[in-house]
């Protein structure tokens, strides 16, 4: 079984792509931000007056990006504890690495997924974080 997985439930993709798909038991997760459902605000980012990010709160970031993960997976009736490979991209991995891993830890209890985790210099957004996630969907 093939299939595309689009939700309302998670943010939008910023591109010409869906949510997830399904190839037999596996889903693939196209990459997931931290923006918020419905409204794409990126929690966390402070902006000065001419709509530059001038900072942002990494834990912010990172429980909004796990809600949104979730919600693909919900939507493509897979379990968080279904996640076998995560990969992470950070954009300032000296600055972030130490929370993201910190909340990593809380929030994968009891999910054994294998990680990697890249420090990149940009996204397509202004977000500091975004997973790119497979998972196992027991038949």
């Known amino acids: 079984m093939s299939g595309i997985v ?9 591109g010409a792509y ?25 929690p966390g980012n402070v902006y000065d007056a001419a709509g530059k990010v001038v900072d942002y709160d990494i834990e912010a970031q990172c429980r909004q990006v796990f809600a949104n993960v979730r919600a693909v997976l919900e939507a493509s009736g897979a379990r968080w504890e ?4 995560v990969t992470v991209f950070l954009t300032d991995m000296a600055r972030d690495f130490p929370a993201y891993n ?3 830890a809380e929030y994968f209890t009891g999910v054994d997924a294998c990680r ?8 397509p957004t202004p977000i500091a974080i975004e997973l790119k996630c497979i998972a196992a969907i027991k038949e």
């Open 116 to 123: 990697t985790t890249l420090g990149i210099t940009a996204l």
């Open 6 to 14: 689009r939700t309302d439930q998670a943010p939008a993709p910023v």
């Open 102 to 104: 910190k909340l990593y």
């Open 18 to 42: 869906p949510h997830a798909r399904r190839v037999g038991n596996l889903l693939f997760l196209s990459g997931v931000g931290p923006r918020t459902p419905g409204s794409n605000a990126i």
């Open 82 to 85: 279904d996640l076998v490979d």
